[in-house]
T-cell receptor, first 115, second 114 residues
Framework: GAVVSQHPSRVICKSGTSVKIECRSL??????MFWYRQFPKQSLMLMAT?????????EQGVEKDKFLINHASLTLSTLTVTSAHPEDSSFYIC???????????FGPGTRLTVL | KQEVTQIPAALSVPEGENLVLNCSFT??????LQWFRQDPGKGLTSLLL?????REQTSGRLNASLDKSSGRSTLYIAASQPGDSATYLC?????????????FGTGTRLLVSP
């Protein structure tokens, strides 16, 4: 099956710093990648959709300048949380989809803790 | 706006029981419905995907059914095992939310005790 990796799996940072999370499709070319956020005991909420080589489309209420998304290649998307604050602490999960597949394949997630 | 609800929110059963998890969605114009499993602190594992033209899908001890007109899906787990303990999420994508966007349910936390 298709494999999606995320790095790092866990990050702790100080308030005000920026954190970059990578999402990679290991054995397929991901024409579209998705970023989700999940708060404790809650479901996944879509933050943004990115297509390779074009700007990401953000969901309502998600700050574009705070959550920078880059999908520079068909196997890599990055999410940068700029000037992170404690309220940004969450579990961030990416998924990837190849154009001929119906399914999205999910990464293992990144736990961000902002002190 | 598509809303997806799952009941029960939590379920605790002894090993060996057959069980049913429920998922309902408000907008029946869906393309696919998908069931996922999430272990604590982990990502999602896809279990079953049902296309809107299908009524059910089976994989091993799992069987998922879809009644699009009534906005319901069920996930049936036969002969449950402690290793089945996890949170189960259903998600749909549809005409009004976009083919690519998955809307997730609230999840059912399952605990199977030995």
């Amino acid at each position: 099956g298709a494999v999606v990796s995320q790095h790092p799996s866990r990050v702790i940072c100080k308030s005000g710093t920026s954190v970059k999370i990578e999402c990679r499709s290991l054995d397929f070319q991901a024409t579209t990648m998705f970023w989700y956020r999940q708060f404790p005991k809650q479901s996944l909420m879509l933050m943004a959709t990115s297509n390779e080589g074009s700007k990401a489309t953000y969901e309502q209420g998600v700050e574009k300048d705070k959550f920078l998304i880059n999908h520079a290649s068909l196997t890599l998307s990055t999410l940068t949380v700029t000037s992170a604050h404690p309220e940004d602490s969450s579990f961030y999960i990416c998924s990837a989809r190849e154009s001929s597949y119906n399914e999205q394949f999910f990464g293992p997630g990144t736990r961000l803790t902002v002190l | 706006k598509q809303e997806v609800t799952q009941i029960p929110a939590a379920l605790s059963v002894p090993e060996g029981e057959n069980l049913v998890l429920n998922c309902s969605f408000t907008d029946s114009a869906i393309y696919n419905l998908q069931w996922f499993r999430q272990d604590p602190g982990k990502g999602l594992t896809s279990l079953l995907l049902i296309q809107s033209s299908q009524r059910e899908q089976t994989s091993g001890r799992l069987n998922a059914s879809l009644d699009k007109s009534s906005g319901r899906s069920t996930l049936y787990i036969a002969a449950s095992q402690p290793g089945d303990s996890a949170t189960y999420l259903c998600a749909v994508n549809g005409r009004n939310t976009g083919f690519q966007k998955l809307v997730f349910g609230t999840g059912t936390r399952l605990l199977v005790s030995p």
